[in-house]
Antibody, heavy 118, light 107 residues
Framework: EVQLVESGGGLVQPGGSLRLSCAASGFTLSSSWMSWVRQAPGKGLEWVANINQDGSEKYYVDSVKGRFSISRDNAKNSMHLQMNGLRAEDTGLYYC???????????WGQGTMVTVSS | EVVLTQSPATLSLSPGERATLSCRASQRLDYYLAWYQQKPGQAPRLLIYDASKRATGIPARFSGSGSGTDFTLTISRLEPEDFAVYYCQQYDSSPITFGQGTRLEIK
């Protein structure tokens, strides 16, 4: 079964750090661009970051540039999001998603919750 | 940044009826637009990509159309499981953006 599973979320104080992970099964992650998408409680979807197959290209939404870093470990079929300098507005459910050959997001994990609060 | 505006915000219909959801882009897109369905407590599911192509396993009652700045998702005959929130997404230019969503509710 093709599946993505996120982990690493939790409660963190403003200014703190978290590292999210996304584990893939049922397909070879190294063959695809991958993305992180977040959803604040009761709100819509927001794209956060993208990474290409070998990790040489990375793109971020402006609001996280300089604070978040996307990476991947193809040998372990996994992807990560290092989040530093967390703010209250970063609170939300973080999904990892596979980018299809047509550039839409065709496989999604169930998400991991990040709460930034003192 | 491409802003996507979805309308209506909420659509109230009955099973068996036809649903028409709109997504308008702030600038002309090629055809790099997708539609997703999200049910409570679940991850989004890809329905349509490249404006009009159905994703794998998506029933034929879902169809997408449009070009330029105006795009439409049509559900020909609503089934009970179709009541959910629908998002459009553009991947024509960076940053990738989503619309604010249309909630399709049972009338």
């Amino acid at each position: 079964e093709v599946q993505l599973v996120e982990s690493g979320g939790g409660l963190v104080q403003p200014g703190g750090s978290l590292r999210l992970s996304c584990a893939a099964s049922g397909f070879t992650l190294s063959s695809s661009w991958m993305s992180w998408v977040r959803q604040a409680p009761g709100k819509g979807l927001e794209w956060v970051a993208n990474i290409n197959q070998d990790g040489s290209e990375k793109y971020y939404v402006d609001s996280v540039k300089g604070r978040f870093s996307i990476s991947r470990d193809n040998a372990k079929n996994s992807m990560h999001l290092q989040m530093n300098g967390l703010r209250a507005e970063d609170t939300g459910l973080y999904y990892c998603a596979r980018v299809s050959e047509a550039d839409a997001f065709d496989i999604w994990g169930q998400g991991t919750m990040v709460t930034v609060s003192s | 940044e491409v802003v996507l505006t979805q309308s209506p915000a909420t659509l109230s219909l009955s099973p068996g009826e036809r649903a028409t959801l709109s997504c308008r882009a702030s600038q002309r897109l090629d055809y790099y637009l997708a539609w997703y369905q999200q049910k409570p407590g679940q991850a989004p599911r890809l329905l349509i990509y490249d404006a009009s192509k159905r994703a794998t396993g998506i029933p034929a009652r879902f169809s997408g159309s449009g070009s330029g700045t105006d795009f439409t998702l049509t559900i020909s005959r609503l089934e009970p499981e179709d009541f959910a929130v629908y998002y459009c997404q553009q991947y024509d230019s960076s940053p990738i953006t989503f619309g604010q969503g249309t909630r399709l509710e049972i009338k």
